[in-house]
């Protein structure tokens, strides 16, 4: 039973534009969601994360949505840089503390 | 800055060897983790650890065990390496829920 789900394997768009990576989730005891980056060859780094008391996070260029009723979140990166290609996991969390991450969404931003 | 060190950025071992990763967090934390990353599957989870000689099973334990005898140290132990293992091997360190995980830099391991 895949608990979190990113449907789209990739996604790909021009600098200086938009990027909005989505995530679906089926746990609804959930405390938390949370995302993070991963270049090829290192392990994956914190983006940014959202309680699920909370509709909207933000920090930066990147700014996190969060809706309950739809069990869905998605994360804004605006606007896109080249730097910020990479592959995208979107996590849970809930009592445990474990982590349960998506399959990822690789992002290729275009100069 | 919290660092999370793995002993081996790549290894390549032999089907049926022995394998031991291991993993050195620097930020007492309580809580570690062993996952796997392979392509289109993400990242799943092998087993954890809550404590010191504490361990849980994650998702995916069969042809594993792991060690924890000091805070500081989680390894993870393939017992008898298969082909089916080839992936990138990856360690994290965590204080608590909400915090995230702070990740090492992994372990590209190729069973040959």
């Known amino acids: 039973d895949q608990q979190v789900k990113q449907n789209s394997p990739s996604l790909s768009v021009q600098e200086g534009r938009i990027s909005i990576l989505n995530c679906d989730y089926t746990?609804?005891?959930?405390?938390?969601f949370l995302w993070y980056k991963k270049y090829p060859a290192e392990g994956p780094t914190f983006l940014i994360s959202?309680?699920?008391?909370?509709d909207k996070n933000e920090d930066g260029r990147f700014t996190v949505f969060l809706n309950k009723s739809a069990k869905h979140l998605s994360l804004h990166i605006v606007p896109s840089q080249p730097g910020d290609s990479a592959v995208y996991f979107c996590?849970?969390?809930?009592?445990?503390?474990?982590?349960?991450f998506g399959k990822g969404t690789k992002l290729t931003v275009n100069p | 800055d919290v660092k999370v060190t793995q002993s081996s950025r790549y290894l390549v071992k032999r089907t049926g060897e022995k394998v031991f990763l291991e993993c050195v967090q620097d930020?007492?934390?309580?809580?570690m983790f062993w996952y796997r990353q392979d392509p289109g599957l993400g990242l799943r989870l092998i087993y954890f650890?809550?404590?010191?000689?504490?361990?849980e099973k994650g998702d995916i334990p069969e042809g594993y065990s792991v060690s924890r005898e000091k805070k500081e140290r989680f390894s993870l132990i393939l017992e008898s390496a298969s082909t089916n293992q080839t992936s990138m091997y990856l360690c994290a360190s965590s204080t608590g829920t909400g915090y995230g995980y702070t990740f090492g830099s992994g372990t590209r391991l190729t069973v040959v």
């Open positions: 959202i309680s699920s008391i909370k």
């Open positions: 746990n609804s005891m959930f405390d938390y």
């Open positions: 996590a849970g969390q809930g009592g445990s503390e474990k982590l349960v």
């Open positions: 650890s809550y404590d010191v000689k504490m361990k």
């Open positions: 930020m007492d934390h309580e809580n």
